[in-house]
């Protein structure tokens, strides 16, 4: 008999793993052992050479369905016959690359023993087994052990225990198992004697009677209300300050959802899969969600229910009727993070709401929902965070150390990197308000010391006064400033495991340049070792400090103005355009002939603000992104509508696209056939600087990242137009482009940097 060690690396714990091992070491007559170590799993088998080849095999081949195995090390042992049997062993950690498994949805055997009468844990709200429930967001440490996750402070009862102890069983070692009579239970906030059914009861009855419940779920608060019921969502978006930013739908199931959506292939498998994220789907007009939920949106964001108590507020035995698409956005005032306690929720959300349903499990670390588009047959993410943080990518680089990303300042992520794997985080937040930065440092300490990772090295925005910045230096390290538009470059490249130099597109709407001025429509040069800008948008002045990025009629009166460089020229068009009133306009002549409150921008998103607004789709902002989102909206409807008749524009600089826009739309031109134009011109634009680059530097592959490529469009239309002048094209898919993804190239920068030195 022979004697095996095998170390298997990747996403093994907390996914049944172990259980696992040991059935198929039952299968194949394997003796020996299986035990976590913290950065991987390690086996000991013992067998003939063919059976633990088998064996070994199978594991790599057949693993759980929720694990993810990066790799497997076998070594034979020079060691006599030594084991009887086959047995879990108590974890015993050890350093190295740690793999932490992502908060997993509730599995179908759950779901139907959650609604079996006859099962002990029927309607328990905390249902789970080795296939599914909470993980990251209930740890505290690795090796991923009860006693170091939230629910050690809930001591199984002998039955959960015996089925914890049996391998015979689906919570053979399943670390957060409990019952309706050992688990966390839920209550009603500011009536804790109203608990359980009678809690999950009141819930259901607000809602149907169109109210508004903020309930605490896997990773934090949502805000809940009847999607069906227009008044109650108008009613949120008042109380919100929300006036059209759209609103998160769960479905009770796929029959819902495709009455209301069109669902493509792979969309199905991805709503119903084990991750369950929001998929923006196609709305259908004959759906029952009112308009009010995404007003004058094409897509709806839609996801299944994934928690148990998800499913208890769709169908509950009290003898009422729940609406079957809810309201789930996210629990928080706009711009701080998401709650996840009580107190936070009482302090937070209490003038949301008219209940608060919560839970006594505590949340370690909060993951707001991940939100994701369709793009090419395969998933386009636009918020990385529940089900997905903190998967690691990893690259193909024999890198040593540890370094921090600390992300952008919207929609912020940081990232952990450790030697070669690079750790995401789950989504935390805009920096501008002062809980999201404090859940930024808290979020920071927590994943570092579960990851076991002593960053030596921080990388940060170059802008000199941005919040993360400030943080970044707060944490005592070296300081590796990093340009923004050359951080999501490198995040492309990193997210295709891509080390060669490239020609990177990166097109945003806010970075600081290394001349300082505003940058975000930039074609450059790129690789690990750094970076050249070799072209960018038309330079325009921008005037009118941070409400520039709010209000798209600033820049345009800005383009207008240079373009005509004459007084009553600008007045006339816009007064016809009706950008704004005569005393704004009178303040921006002021602002920009006294070059006061002026920068010089390059930013391709308040371009996009700019032809918004002269095309009188939008000429303001309630949200980030609205004006050019509602543009691109205009632009597929009419791409939609004109399929067999699409221009083709001229290349053009951004300055005369801009230019000849203005001047179709004062003769008539319909605005949905110029946003389309916008586009596709845009994309001639980027497509031709990318053959001069091509011609300068010999590089034929290009990355595409940043901001204004959430934009499917325009990234349809660039693509395209690449691939036909014979372009390699490097895109995102589960990473955002948006500033939630630059974490990654920040954190990659600082990792060259420390093995370069």
């Not at 340049?513 to 800008?533: C, M, S, V, Y």
Request: charge should be negative; hydrophobic fraction near 40%.
């Amino acid at each position: 008999m022979a004697l095996y060690q095998s170390k298997i690396f990747g996403i093994v714990q907390g996914v049944g793993f172990r259980p696992f091992v040991a059935r198929l070491a039952a299968r194949f007559h394997i003796c020996g052992s299986v035990c976590n170590k913290g950065p991987y799993v390690e086996v000991f088998a013992q067998g003939s050479d063919a059976a633990v080849d088998q064996f070994l095999t199978a594991i790599e081949h057949e693993p759980p369905e929720r694990a993810s195995i990066l790799k497997l090390t076998r070594q034979k042992l020079d060691q006599a016959e030594t084991y009887a049997d086959f047995q879990i062993i108590e974890s015993a950690k050890e350093r190295g690359s740690i793999f932490v498994s992502p908060d997993i949805a509730t599995c179908n055997k759950c779901k139907a023993e959650l609604f079996d009468p006859q099962d002990k844990r029927y309607l328990h709200p905390f249902i789970n087994c080795t296939a599914c429930g909470p993980r990251l967001t209930i740890l505290d440490s690795m090796p991923y052990d009860r006693e170091r996750t939230s629910m050690g402070e809930f001591p199984m009862c002998p039955s959960c225990q015996a089925e914890y102890d049996s391998p015979a069983t689906r919570r053979y070692d399943a670390q957060p198992v409990c019952c309706n009579n050992c688990g966390p239970e839920v209550y009603l906030i500011g009536e804790e004697d109203v608990r359980g059914a009678a809690a999950i009861t009141r819930t259901r009855q607000t809602i149907i009677a169109g109210g508004i419940v903020a309930i605490k779920g896997i990773g934090g608060f949502h805000l809940c209300c009847d999607a069906t019921n227009d008044n109650a969502v108008r009613r949120l978006r008042k109380l919100k300050h929300r006036p059209v930013k759209p609103f998160a739908i769960m479905a009770r199931d796929m029959a819902a959802v495709e009455r209301e959506c069109q669902v493509e292939g792979g969309q199905q498998e991805m709503l119903t899969g084990h991750q369950k994220p929001i998929l923006l789907l196609k709305r259908k007009l004959t759906g029952q969600i009112v308009d009010s939920v995404a007003p004058g949106n094409p897509k709806i964001g839609m996801m299944l229910p994934y928690a148990p108590l998800h499913m208890l507020l769709f169908d509950y035995p009290d003898g009422l009727t729940m609406p079957d698409t809810l309201i789930m956005t996210s629990g928080n005032p706009a711009g701080a993070p998401i709650c996840r306690d009580d107190d936070g929720a009482v302090a937070a959300l209490s003038g949301f709401c008219d209940l608060m349903l919560s839970h006594n499990r505590k949340i370690r670390i909060r993951a707001d929902d991940t939100v994701m588009d369709w793009l090419a047959g395969k998933p386009y993410m636009i918020r990385r965070s529940r089900g997905f943080a903190p998967l690691p990518f990893m690259l193909n680089n024999a890198w040593q150390g540890a370094a921090l990303g600390i992300g952008g300042e919207l929609k912020n992520t940081f990232c952990v990197g450790s030697d070669n794997i690079f750790y995401p985080s789950p989504y935390v937040g805009d920096m501008s308000d002062l809980r999201t930065m404090q859940a930024l440092r808290e979020t920071i300490q927590r994943l570092t010391e579960l990851l076991e990772c002593a960053p030596k090295i921080v990388a940060c925005d170059m802008h000199p006064r941005y919040n993360t910045v400030t943080i970044a230096k707060e944490l005592g390290l070296p300081l590796f400033p990093v340009q923004h538009h050359y951080a999501h470059i490198l995040s492309c490249m990193a997210e295709n495991d891509y080390d060669a130099p490239v020609i990177g597109v990166s097109f945003d709407g806010t970075g600081y340049g290394t001349d300082g001025t505003i940058w975000g429509g930039e074609i450059l040069q790129a690789d690990f070792k750094g970076f050249q800008r070799l072209a960018s948008i038309t330079p325009f002045r921008q005037a009118g400090g941070d409400k520039a990025s709010r209000e798209g009629w600033r820049i345009a009166v800005s383009l207008l103005y240079d373009l005509a460089n004459d007084k009553e020229e600008t007045r006339k068009h816009a007064k016809a355009l009706n950008l704004c009133s005569e005393a704004d306009l009178e303040a921006m002549f002021f602002m920009l002939d006294n070059n006061i409150n002026t920068i010089k921008s390059t930013s391709a998103g308040r371009l996009f603000d700019a032809v918004s607004a002269i095309l009188g789709i939008r000429t303001s902002s309630t949200f980030e992104g609205e004006a050019s989102m509602y543009l691109e909206f205009a632009a597929r409807k009419w791409q939609d509508e004109h399929k067999d008749a699409l221009p083709v524009p001229a290349e053009m600089n951004t300055d005369r696209l801009f230019a000849y826009l203005l001047e179709q739309r004062l003769k008539g031109e319909d605005s949905g056939k110029l946003a389309y134009l916008f586009h596709a011109g845009l994309a001639r634009f980027i497509t031709a600087a990318c053959l001069r680059a091509r011609k300068d530097t010999g590089l034929n592959t290009v990355a595409l990242s940043g901001g204004v490529f959430q934009n499917l469009l325009l990234t349809e239309l660039v693509t395209t137009f690449l691939q036909e002048q014979g372009f390699t094209v490097l895109r995102h898919s589960l990473l955002p482009p948006n500033d939630g993804g630059i974490c990654l190239g920040q954190a990659v920068a600082a990792m060259y940097h420390l093995n370069s030195e």
